[in-house]
């Protein structure tokens, strides 16, 4: 399929998961989108060498190949975004909703800021609301419905997000050195110096979401559980893991706290339709009181 956008749409997609082209050829297309797939590395067989762009090991611990093999496949498409001379894509993985407006972004590429050169447009765990410190409005989006906002906290995921050619680039030459999952390298800056190097923001409301019923669920989930229950055999590794994790978290807060203080920087609630309950408790939550702009 063609890209008809100067804002391309890339498809990552296992080459052994038709059933999730299909799926998604099918929510893709009734919205009148043309997209490009970009095939996907294979965790369950692939060399080392196609796993070049990450290391084995990082801050929160082991990385096995399929969490690799994640990473290396939106390289692929960071690659595609470059070669191809595209100024904006977006990236999806193929286990995503799409709200009918993302069609209605695609038109073009005029409304991006142009100081934004990563901009996630999904929400994590959309059964659930989710708690982030966000910056002042940047732009709204073209469908009325929705704003851009510098993130200042972690909010990972990344099935569906926007990626300039010169973030592409900056991402491109630190390959080889990541060493945490992609999304927490796109969207968590306590861990990520690529993350404090493109300055993700976020579109709120979220327009995309990912629906593990595509599928039946994560082809890295059962490799994850196994890497899971390796530290859980291992007591004294899962209390360092979990101290290394704490002191990461952290890292930041007192920059965090500063920006809220000044009011630079607000505690917004994401939601999808399909969001409901409450949101886990967070210690920040409770200490400082709810600002909007």
Not at 6 to 33: E, F, H, K, T, Y
Not at 272 to 291: A, E
Request: net charge positive; proline share 5%; aromatic share 6%.
């Amino acid at each position: 399929m063609t890209i008809s956008s100067p804002l391309g749409v890339l498809l990552i997609n296992l080459d052994r998961r038709g059933d999730r082209l299909q799926a998604m050829q099918s929510r893709i297309g009734c919205l009148g989108i043309d997209f490009h797939r970009i095939s996907a590395v294979d965790g369950c067989s692939v060399s080392e060498v196609e796993l070049s762009c990450s290391l084995r090991e990082g801050p929160v611990g082991f990385l096995d190949n399929s969490t690799r093999a994640c990473t290396a496949s939106h390289v692929k498409a960071w690659q595609y975004i470059v070669d191809s001379g595209l100024r904006y894509a977006l990236i999806l993985e193929d286990d995503v909703i799409l709200h009918p407006d993302i069609a209605i972004l695609l038109a073009n590429d005029a409304w991006i800021p142009a100081s934004i050169d990563l901009l996630k447009v999904e929400k994590f765990a959309p059964n659930y609301p989710s708690k982030i410190l966000a910056g002042k409005v940047l732009a709204k989006i073209p469908s009325g419905q929705g704003e851009i906002r510098r993130m200042y906290s972690r909010h990972t995921g990344a099935a569906a997000y926007i990626l300039s050619r010169k973030g592409a680039e900056i991402a491109l030459s630190m390959s080889g050195s990541f060493n945490v999952p992609v999304d927490h390298l796109l969207f968590n800056e306590t861990l990520s110096p690529l993350c404090g190097k493109l300055k993700p923001a976020i579109v709120v409301q979220p327009l995309c979401w990912q629906d593990h019923a595509v599928g039946s669920g994560s082809d890295i989930a059962a490799s994850r559980a196994s890497g899971k229950m390796l530290v859980k055999s291992r007591p004294l590794a899962k209390f360092a893991q979990s101290l290394k994790r704490a002191y990461y978290e952290v890292s930041l807060i007192h920059v965090q706290l500063f920006r809220l203080l000044i009011g630079q920087a607000y505690i917004l609630t994401l939601r999808t339709p399909q969001s409901s309950g409450r949101t886990i408790p967070k210690l920040v939550q409770k200490i400082l009181c709810y600002r909007r702009p």
